[in-house]
């Protein structure tokens, strides 16, 4: 059955740590592995990833996608108190792939 | 603004009522998923439309659920006989099926249910 694990569960880190947020999966036919950022409402979109070891990169935010371990972490560096929030990994379902499962996501909170 | 729009935001009904609820994609958006989300927990995916076909319904979605998009553009999500389980955040998003297939969805501010 297709699942998508994430960890740590939650993390509290002061301003300006480093954190490595990582998701696991396990699709018979991957296609691609999403990051999105959710704060008190609905999540925002992060990054698509589709091949294995290429860096994507926005400001302190970076992810990669490690095919041959089926994971991918999502760096943020010098954290700030507005990074604070759920950050949700998502892989499209084997059959189709119109069909998403999300990991439980990971609580991030930065404080001051 | 033209982000996914979800109306109403919030909906407290009392078990056994029936609620719709509303989603209007980005407009030139072809497809759209409805997911359910609980305290804790991911989106769980409930169904998907490509423009006003509905072609992926998940397990989950049972018959007292239904969902439609009749002209290809907004989508409404119906729960009858709603039971206290149904309790959660109703999320709609939408996403452009391109040649890149890059197939990134955007999500709307949802709609919390509270079941009485």
């Known amino acids: 059955e297709d699942k998508v694990v994430q960890s740590p569960l939650s993390l509290v880190v002061h301003e300006g740590d480093t954190v490595t947020l990582n998701c696991s999966y396990e699709?018979?036919?991957?296609?691609?592995l999403l990051w999105y950022k959710q704060e008190k409402k609905a999540p925002t979109f992060l990054f698509m990833l589709?091949?294995?070891?290429i860096e994507k990169k926005s400001g302190r935010l970076s992810s990669i996608l490690d095919k041959k371990e089926l994971s991918s972490i999502l760096n943020i560096t010098a954290t700030q108190t507005g990074d604070s929030a759920i950050y949700l990994c998502?892989?499209?379902?084997?059959?189709?792939?119109?069909?998403?499962?999300f990991g439980t996501g990971t609580s991030l909170t930065v404080i001051p | 603004d033209t982000g996914v729009s979800q109306n109403p935001r919030h909906k407290i009904t009392k078990r056994g009522q029936n609620v719709t609820f509303r989603c209007d994609p980005i407009?030139?958006?072809?497809?759209l998923y409805w997911y359910r989300q609980t305290l804790g927990q991911g989106p769980e995916f409930l169904t998907y439309?490509?423009?006003?076909?509905?072609?992926?319904k998940s397990r989950l979605l049972s018959d007292r659920f239904s969902a439609e998009r009749p002209k290809g553009s907004f989508s409404t999500l119906e729960i009858q006989r709603t039971e206290q389980g149904d309790s959660a955040m109703y999320l709609c998003?939408?996403?452009?099926?391109?040649?890149?297939?890059?197939?990134?969805?955007?999500f709307g501010p949802g709609t919390r249910l509270t079941v009485l």
């Open positions: 998003a939408s996403s452009s099926s391109t040649r890149t297939g890059r197939n990134e969805q955007f």
């Open positions: 699709v018979t036919n991957f296609r691609s």
């Open positions: 589709t091949s294995s070891g």
């Open positions: 998502a892989v499209p379902a084997t059959n189709t792939g119109n069909q998403f499962y």
């Open positions: 407009s030139e958006h072809n497809r």
């Open positions: 439309f490509q423009n006003e076909a509905q072609l992926e």
